[in-house]
C-alpha cells in the first residue's frame, strides 16, 4: 500500500467509496502475500493497522466492515511488528466483530441478525494475530474468549451455524491452548470445555448418521458413519483441542469422573477411528488425529476399544475375536501399516510413535488387546529360511526398526515385541534374533535371560497358539544370533594341525587386543546384573565363556499367549 493511501485513509473526510476502493487495491495485490516491505517506512504497518481498527470501531455498512477485515486478515499474516502493533484495545474490537462475547452480552444478542461472513474473517484475523503475536496469545489465554467460544458452541444443535465458522472456533481454541499452556487447565476444569467439546463430536457424529440413514440403506444394511470433508476438518480440529488439555492428565490417578470421561471420550474415539470421509486424505487426516488423542487417554480406559459382538449380526465383514468386535484395532493395525510405508520410504520414523504408543499401552494393560494383536503382528512361525527382518510381514518391518538409529522409535518396538512375546526373553529371540533384540535385553539387564525372581507381570498361561510343523522341523537347526536356520557349515579349521589352530587363535587374540588398545572396539561380558560390563583383557572373556553362550528357547510351544 502506498504512503499516500494510508494518509488518505488517516484523514477525516475519506468517504467509504474511497476506503473500499484502497483496500480492495491492496487484496488484490496482496491476496497471497505474507509479508509487506512497502510499509517498513514511515511506520507504515502501525499506521495501517490504526487506520483500519478506528474504521473498524465505527458503526458502518456491512460490506466495508468485511472489506476491513479481509484487509486485516491479509495484513496479519505478516509477523513483523504486530507484537507491538496488538494491545487489548484491537482484541477486543475484533473478538467483538466475531461474536465472541462473554455470556451476558450473547444473551443479549440471540435475537440479532449475524453475518457469518463478517464473523468469519473476525476469526480469521484472530486465528492469525494469536498464532504470530504471543502478547496476542496471553490476552486471549486469560479473558472471555475461550467462555464466549464455548458459549457459542453450545449453541450450535439449536441454529444453523456454517462448518467453516465452527471450524475456526475450535482454530481459536486450539492455537490459545497450545500456545498458552496456562489456559489448558482452565478450559478442561474451569470451563468444563472436555464435557462440550465430546458433546461437539458426538453431535456431529449423529449428525453425519442421520443424512446417511436419510439416503437409505442398500440390502437392508445400515449405512456407516460417513463424514463429509468439512466435518472430518471440523473434527480433526476438535481432537487436537482435546490432545492439548488431556495430555498432561495421561499418568495422573484416575478418580471416578476422570475415568468415566476416559471411557466417553475413548468410545467415540472408536467411532471416528471406523468413520470413512468423502477422500481418502481427509479420512487419513481424521485417523492420526484419532491416535493422537488415543495416546493422551489413560492406558484403562482403551479396554473401550473392543466392543461387544452383537448378538443379531446385521454388519458386514465385522471382525470378531472371542465375542469382541475388532474393528477400531484392524485400523489401528492398517494405520500401523501405513506409517511404516511413511517410515520405510523417507526416513520419517517419529510418524510411527503414536500408533506405536497407542498398541503398547494396548497390548500392555488388556488381555484382549494383547492375544489379538499377537495374533495380527507375531503370527505362529512358518517362515525359517530368512532372517525376522526380511520381508513385508508386520514382524518383519518391526524387526527392521530394532536397530533404527531413532531411539525412540527402537524403543517403542522393541517394548510392543516383548510384551507381545508375554516379556518371554525365548520367544523374543525366536521372533526376532537375538541380534535385534540385544539392545532392548542389553538396557533391562536380561542378556542372560530372565532371572527366576525378575519374572514380568502375571500373563494368562492358556495356550493361544503352538509352533507350526514348519517351524519344528527345523527348529533345533536354527541359528538364535540371526533368528533363521542356515545351511551347515564346513569347520575353517579343518585339517589344521593344533599347532596352526593355536597360531590362528593367538593371531586373533593379538588384533582383538588392538581394536581394543586404540579404543575401536569395547570388549564385554555379560555382568551379573544381566548387562554388558566391559572387561580389562579379552582373555578375561575365556573364563566365562559357557556362560555367554546365546542358547535357543527350549520350548517348542508357545504354552502362553
Known amino acids: 500500500m502506498e504512503v499516500t493511501d494510508i494518509t488518505l485513509l488517516e484523514g477525516s473526510n475519506v468517504s467509504h467509496g474511497e476506503v473500499a476502493n484502497i483496500l480492495s487495491k491492496f487484496q488484490e495485490r496482496n491476496m497471497n502475500s505474507f509479508n509487506f516491505p512497502e510499509l517498513d517506512n514511515n511506520n507504515g504497518r502501525s499506521r495501517l493497522w490504526k487506520c483500519l481498527m478506528r474504521f473498524l470501531s465505527l458503526p458502518l455498512p456491512e460490506y466495508l466492515t468485511k472489506e476491513i477485515l479481509v484487509t486485516l486478515r491479509i495484513l496479519s499474516r505478516d509477523k513483523q511488528e504486530i507484537n507491538d502493533i496488538i494491545n487489548i484495545q484491537y482484541i477486543d474490537l475484533l473478538l467483538k466483530h466475531a461474536g465472541i462475547v462473554s455470556q451476558e452480552e450473547a444473551i443479549k444478542r440471540i435475537n440479532e441478525n449475524e453475518n457469518f461472513d463478517i464473523i468469519l474473517e473476525a476469526l480469521k484475523c484472530l486465528s492469525n494475530v494469536v498464532f504470530n503475536s504471543p502478547k496476542a496469545q496471553r490476552i486471549c489465554g486469560t479473558n472471555n474468549t475461550m467462555e464466549g467460544i464455548l458459549f457459542r458452541l453450545r449453541t450450535y444443535r439449536e441454529r444453523t451455524i456454517p462448518d467453516e465458522l465452527k471450524y475456526f472456533d475450535m482454530k481459536m481454541l486450539f492455537l490459545i491452548t497450545a500456545l498458552h499452556s496456562d489456559s489448558r487447565s482452565q478450559l478442561k476444569d474451569e470451563l468444563h470445555g472436555m464435557t462440550y ?132 484395532v484392524v485400523v489401528l493395525l492398517h494405520v500401523l501399516q501405513s506409517k511404516l510405508d511413511i517410515a520405510e520410504g523417507e526416513t520419517q520414523t517419529e510418524a510411527l510413535a503414536p500408533v506405536l504408543t497407542v498398541l503398547v499401552e494396548c497390548a500392555r494393560n488388556h488381555r484382549i488387546l494383547r492375544k489379538f494383536l499377537r495374533l495380527q503382528i507375531l503370527p505362529p512361525l512358518k517362515e525359517t529360511h530368512r532372517r525376522p527382518e526380511e520381508g513385508n510381514s508386520i514382524r518383519n518391518r518391526l524387526c527392521r526398526f530394532l536397530t533404527s538409529p531413532n531411539t525412540h522409535i527402537k524403543n517403542l518396538v522393541a517394548e510392543l515385541l516383548f510384551i507381545l512375546c508375554k516379556e518371554n526373553v525365548g520367544r523374543m529371540i525366536k521372533y526376532t534374533g537375538y541380534g535385534n533384540a540385544a539392545g532392548l535385553l542389553a538396557n533391562r539387564g536380561l542378556l542372560a535371560g530372565r532371572r527366576e525372581d525378575d519374572e514380568g507381570p502375571n500373563y494368562s498361561s492358556e495356550s493361544e497358539d ?35 589352530k593355536e597360531y590362528e587363535a593367538v593371531q586373533l587374540a593379538n588384533l582383538m587386543a588392538k581394536l581394543s588398545s586404540e579404543g575401536l572396539v569395547k570388549p564385554c561380558r555379560i555382568g551379573e546384573d544381566g548387562r554388558p560390563e566391559p572387561v580389562d583383557h579379552i582373555l578375561q572373556l575365556q573364563d566365562e565363556l559357557p556362560r555367554q553362550q546365546v542358547r535357543p528357547p527350549q520350548s517348542t510351544e508357545d504354552d502362553d499367549h
Open 197 to 328: 467439546l465430546m458433546e461437539l463430536v458426538d453431535f456431529e457424529m449423529k449428525q453425519a448418521l442421520g443424512d446417511c440413514e436419510s439416503n437409505g440403506a442398500v440390502g437392508g444394511v445400515p449405512s456407516s458413519l460417513k463424514l463429509t470433508n468439512e466435518q472430518g476438518l471440523l473434527l480433526c480440529e476438535v481432537l487436537k483441542v482435546l490432545f492439548n488439555i488431556c495430555c498432561k492428565d495421561k499418568g495422573l490417578h484416575l478418580d471416578e469422573e476422570a475415568e468415566a470421561h476416559g471411557q466417553r471420550l475413548v468410545c467415540i474415539l472408536r467411532d471416528l477411528l471406523l468413520a470413512t470421509t468423502s477422500s481418502p486424505e481427509k479420512q487419513l487426516d481424521l485417523q492420526n488425529h484419532t491416535v493422537n488423542m488415543l495416546t493422551a487417554v489413560p492406558a484403562p480406559c482403551l479396554s473401550v476399544l473392543v466392543a461387544p459382538h452383537p448378538e443379531k449380526d446385521t454388519t458386514e465383514n465385522l471382525i470378531e475375536y472371542e465375542g469382541c468386535n475388532m474393528e477400531a
Open 466 to 500: 503352538s509352533d507350526t510343523e514348519e517351524y519344528k522341523k527345523y527348529r533345533h537347526e536354527m541359528n538364535p544370533v540371526t533368528g533363521c536356520w542356515e545351511p551347515p557349515r564346513t569347520n575353517p579349521m579343518e585339517g589344521m594341525s593344533e599347532e596352526q
